[in-house]
């Protein structure tokens, strides 16, 4: 999704369209290249935002209602886009979505804008709400339907807590990213985490006949 359809606006005619995405993207670009300069957040004043992307301020709050929405679409458009889903069963579905969060954990061990920034963020609870709410739940909300459409399809137990069980999934990869940022996150680390999981999650009659 562009970002000008994140933003819908209906300020002139379909023509103007493209001009105001490449200002949207000409602030973005600015305060990135605040971040990599070194400039903490809590200096990142929509007035210096303004001047470093040449604008007017009010050019930036007729797109963002202040600076912690902003910041979360910064940080959207740093971490690197995911693929889609392949959509061939829930075993991988979650494959692709574990190998999406180990790519964006090997990219904030090469980013400078996404290592400062998340270190950044806990200081700051608004921001670190705002990327909750804007791109860390949608991902989790996609993880969620992906087990339900399991259990729909008889890919998983229906006895298990799909809350518990998106945490479980994601958990080993988070651990290895964010926990332990030396630790290895090898190709196929998406793929053992779902599959030892799955061997313990399949229904009873999958199971044996897998056996």
Known sequence: MSL????????GPPRGRPRSEAVE?????????????????????????????????ATIYRRWSGKEELFADVLRAAEPPGPPLPGTSMR????????QARVRGLAKRTSAILTNVHA???SSPKIWAAYET??????????LEILRRGQRNGELR??????????????????????RPDADLPDDLAAQVVDTLLEGLRPVSSAAHRS
Do not use: C, W, Y
């Open 4 to 11: 000008a359809e994140r933003h819908p606006r209906n300020d």
């Open 25 to 57: 993207r000409a602030i973005i670009e600015g305060v990135m290249r605040l971040l990599e300069e070194g400039v903490p957040l809590a200096e990142l004043s929509i007035e210096r935002v303004a001047r470093t992307a040449g604008v007017g301020k």
């Open 92 to 99: 991988d579905d979650l494959v692709a979505l574990l190998e």
């Open 120 to 122: 950044q963020m806990k």
């Open 134 to 143: 804007t791109v860390l739940e949608p991902r989790r909300r996609i993880g």
């Open 158 to 179: 229906t006895d298990v807590d799909i809350e518990l069980l998106s945490d479980m999934f994601i958990g080993p990869v988070l651990v290895r990213s964010v926990l």
